[in-house]
């Protein structure tokens, strides 16, 4: 069974500051893995999302992810938050054989606060 | 281009009244179709799939029901609603398996 843990649900950073998000997953076989973020009261739009490719994930606004299998984690970055980027954040994890419907699972999000 | 719509944005129902919220998607044919329950602390919950018309899968037991009577057309419903049953639900689509999710824009319901 799949499963994501989101360490820290509430993060403030300062304007300016890194931002970094914990996602650790598990999984029993090779994942996909997606960071999703939620604006207030708005669904979920995509962020980034790992296929195998590269282990380095370029997503929109600057966030990247680093996928470490070793580690068995997902963490979000971006260089210099900014203060459109207050929202939650959502790491989830899909598993390659689900056959014919996406079976994805999701953390419990974490939400950013940035600090002028 | 590909849409997806969701309504209504908000409800109030009493306890024990019907509920019927629809999404529809835009753009696309044969979409996978997708409800989602978003509890404040506890990540999003799917409670149903359907990967075709008439074909619907559910996840969790509960007080809901879903239907899709067309391709791009899904509906959660419940005869009587619980106050459990309070949240943002959020209606999603995607191509197929392990394809990226795309959401509606919720729909935050209370129950009183």
């Known amino acids: 069974a799949q499963s994501v843990t989101q360490l820290g649900s509430h993060v403030s950073v300062s304007e300016g500051a890194l931002v970094l998000l914990r996602c650790n997953y598990s999984s029993s076989v090779p994942p996909y893995l997606f960071w999703y973020v939620q604006y207030p009261n708005q669904g979920l739009q995509l962020l980034l999302k790992?296929?195998?490719?590269?282990?380095l994930v370029k997503g929109i606004n600057d966030f990247e992810a680093e996928f470490k299998k070793s580690e068995t984690s997902f963490h979000l970055t971006k260089p210099s938050a900014h203060m459109s980027d207050a929202a939650e954040y959502f790491c989830a994890v899909s598993d390659r054989e689900s056959g014919g419907y996406q079976k994805v699972t999701f953390g419990t999000g974490t939400k950013l606060q940035v600090i002028p | 281009s590909q849409t997806i719509h969701q309504w209504p944005a908000t409800l109030v129902q009493p306890v024990g009244s019907p509920l019927s919220l629809e999404c529809t998607v835009e753009?696309?044919?044969?979409?996978?179709l997708y409800w989602y329950r978003q509890a404040a602390g506890r990540g999003l919950q799917l409670l149903f799939y359907?990967?075709?018309?008439?074909?619907i899968s559910s996840e969790v037991p509960q007080n809901l029901s879903a239907s899709r009577p067309q391709d791009r057309q899904f509906i959660l419903s419940s005869k009587k609603l619980l106050l459990s049953d309070s949240g943002f639900y959020l209606c999603a689509w995607s191509r197929g398996a392990n394809e990226k999710l795309f959401f509606g824009s919720g729909t935050q319901l209370s129950v009183l």
């Open positions: 790992y296929t195998s490719a590269a282990t």
């Open positions: 359907s990967v075709g018309i008439g074909q």
């Open positions: 753009g696309t044919s044969n979409p996978n």
